[in-house]
């Protein structure tokens, strides 16, 4: 293959899903020269599994993304179907958004914000070597001969990496949704001394709206109050969508134990490890064998299509099963498929070869971010590319990386869990892998990262003002509610007797009787004055009041992690030489480099002797 030397860049994006968007974006508002390459214009941004952004722990990643300057939490206010508050039941800590996307416009919204960036230039164009020189990148070769130049190269490759679909004896060299796949890079990667690894992931067919029967479904609808997922919206009104539920029963579990034997995954067919978390109806009816049926949520793709996504039933049976099965499903008795389900496995990198920037650790300037990483999830691949983004610049400035800590963010946690930890299998965020997640809420993401936002030149002043003023009232609304009253009145005490809560005998501040866990400030204002401020800002002076004690505890926790974490560890330490080291903490320290003993002690094969020895090393100062 001839090739030509094409231009030069500062940055180029080998990637246009969630992750090489954010990572694009920001290199190119950080003023940077930035190329974005990707298999398929059409396929910028693509959902191709579930429309829908957010949810459990994902929809703080939207909410720290937004705070930091990025796209994805305003893409998701201007195109969603539906939006809903998850867990408002329970603690703020898990209070968590998300809304039902229309897929077109998502795509549509993305590209068009992209065309538009300063700074940024997109092609379709298939990266197929990476181009290193004495440890550093240099640049790229493209499929159409091109040897384009980069003082820093982002790898956000996702799905595509040698990817293959199967659908029961069906399988196929492709990408999804009936995209091509990459089948150069990975031989690249490898030459370029990386680790690879084979995952997997399914998805559930596209059924035709008009083929299925509601009446025998539950409609699902979102709040009727909208709470955006971008701290620059403070209000939207929009008329929903609604989902529907519907639920396997024991015909459609039958119908896979009888096909078992023609499921990909348990013939052996399919080799890559899938998602524990998103598991597939095959899956779920083996593993949990005494399951009477299994919860199905019928989600449209879009206003302009009929297409639906059949949430739960993701699979890689051959289809004449699957249709077999979907039509045991109440209400999907006549279902028509507008596409079959299908399993895709696909090729990345174990991300203990990255540092905490997402740079890696033996090729400099060369960031990877999302899916290649080992996640799973458009919302973990978009803060991955968010955060490569914001570090290839801070490298090209020379200056040091922005490493989110686990006390920070839970896009710290993302990338700690990724590069310390690593994965075997697709990486979901969840809440409960976030040991400071009470202070890591969904309502206070820009407090702790849009001043991070501003400093680097990502967050405008328009974003930062706002957030300032938000900062101003809450503290005011604060300090309102410790110095307004409610009196003692019979009315006010027949309504605590009526929630099961102690009568007052004088006036009590408001501040006082939020401490009371079933009283909330919407139903103290009926007895006092109303609060000047927005909801967001009685939400959060509400929060700081009730969960006083456990912040401040929880503040004391992170003081104690902050120790370890800012005690760093030189790349060049040679800990086969530390002899009061444990034999496999020895190879695994050389391995592994960690940058701070914080990250060392989360090493597995480390123990917390091992750590002593550490700190005992770095004391005397050799
Ligand atoms: C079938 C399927 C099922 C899924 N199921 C789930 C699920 O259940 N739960 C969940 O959370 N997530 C699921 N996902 C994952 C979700 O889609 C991804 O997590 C997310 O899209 C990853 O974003 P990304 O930016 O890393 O990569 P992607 O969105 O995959 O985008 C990769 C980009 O890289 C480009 N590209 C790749 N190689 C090259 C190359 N060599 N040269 C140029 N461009 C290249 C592609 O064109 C594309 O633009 C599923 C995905 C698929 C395909």
Redesign the pocket.
């Known amino acids: 293959m001839r090739t030509y030397f094409g231009e030069n860049y500062d940055v180029i994006i ?8 954010e990572a694009a974006l920001a290199c190119a508002r950080l003023g940077k020269k930035t190329m974005m ?4 214009l059409d ?8 429309p829908s952004i957010g949810g459990t722990a ?1 929809g703080h990643l939207v909410r720290e993304i937004d705070a930091l300057g990025g796209e994805m939490g305003i893409a998701a206010d201007e195109t969603f179907l539906q939006i809903k508050m998850l867990n408002s039941s329970k603690g703020p800590a898990v209070h968590s958004l998300r809304a039902q996307i229309d897929k077109r416009r998502y795509h549509e919204y993305m590209k068009s914000v992209l065309e538009h960036t300063k700074n940024l230039s997109i092609k379709q ?4 070597r990476i181009i290193s020189e004495n440890g550093k990148v240099t640049g790229v070769q ?2 159409c001969g091109a040897i384009l130049g980069a003082k820093a190269v982002i790898l ?6 040698k ?1 293959r ?1 199967i659908i029961g004896e069906f399988a196929q060299e492709a ?3 009936g ?1 091509m ?2 089948y ?2 990975s031989a690249s990667l490898l030459e370029n001394g990386f680790t690879l690894q084979r995952f997997k ?3 559930p067919a596209r059924v035709d709206a008009r083929s299925l029967d509601f009446s025998k479904m539950e409609p699902q609808y979102g709040d009727k109050k909208i709470v955006p997922f971008s701290f620059m919206h403070e209000k939207i009104e929009r008329e929903q969508i609604p989902c529907w539920l519907t639920y396997t029963n024991e015909k459609t579990h039958e119908i896979i134990r009888n096909n078992i034997d023609r499921s990909p995954l348990y013939s052996g067919v399919i080799h890559g490890t899938g ?1 524990r ?2 598991p597939s109806i095959e899956d779920k009816v083996v593993k949990f064998p005494d399951k009477e049926r299994h919860q199905l949520f019928i989600e449209p793709e879009g206003a302009g299509t009929l297409e639906m996504y059949v949430q739960g039933m ?1 699979s890689s049976l051959p289809e004449e099963v699957q249709i077999q099965l979907y039509r045991t499903v109440p209400g999907m008795e006549n279902v028509r498929f507008m596409r079959t389900a ?3 496995e696909y090729d990345c990198i174990d991300p203990t070869q990255l540092r905490s920037s997402f740079e890696s650790k033996h090729i400099a300037g060369l960031f990877m ?5 080992g ?8 803060a ?2 968010l955060l490569a983004g914001i570090n290839a610049v801070q490298y090209l400035r020379g200056e040091e990386p922005v490493i989110l800590g686990r006390d920070m963010a839970y896009i710290g946690v993302l990338a700690d869990d990724l590069v310390t930890k690593g994965t075997r299998e ?1 990486y ?1 965020m969840m809440t409960s892998r976030a040991e400071y997640r009470l202070i890591l809420r969904q309502d206070n993401a820009d407090e702790r990262l849009t001043e991070i936002g501003h400093r680097i030149g990502l967050v405008s002043d328009e974003r930062y003002s706002r957030y300032m003023k938000k900062q101003e009232e809450i503290a005011k609304e604060i300090e309102r509610l410790s110095k307004t009253n409610v009196k003692a009145t019979p009315a006010f005490n027949e309504y605590l007797k009526s929630i099961g809560e102690s009568a007052i005998s004088e006036s009590v501040s408001m501040a006082e009787l939020l401490r009371r866990p079933a009283i909330g400030i919407e139903e103290l204002e009926h007895f006092t004055e109303a609060s000047p401020y927005s909801d967001e800002v009685k939400e959060a002076a509400q929060i700081a009041i009730k969960y006083e004690g456990y912040i401040k505890k929880q503040q004391q926790q992170v003081e104690r992690f902050r120790e370890l974490e800012n005690k760093r560890l030189r790349d060049d330490i040679d800990y086969m030489a530390i002899s009061g080291l444990r034999i496999e903490a020895r190879q695994k320290l050389s391995q592994m480099k960690p940058e701070n003993l914080g990250q060392a002690s989360r090493i597995s094969g480390v123990s917390p002797s091992d750590i002593a020895v550490l700190m005992i090393y770095l004391k005397s100062g050799k």
Request: include cysteine; hydrophobic fraction near 40%; proline fraction near 4%.
């Open positions: 080998i990637g246009a899903g969630h992750a090489g968007v390459l990707t298999l398929n396929g910028i941004a693509l959902m191709a599994c579930n994902k164009d298939e990266a197929i493209t499929a956000a490759t996702g799905v595509y990496l990817s679909v990408g999804p949704s995209l796949g990459a150069g890079l992931t399914g998805t998602p978390y998103c993701s299908y399993a895709i971010a999302g899916q290649i990483n996640s799973s999830g458009y919302e973990e691949a978009a991955q590319g697709p979901r």
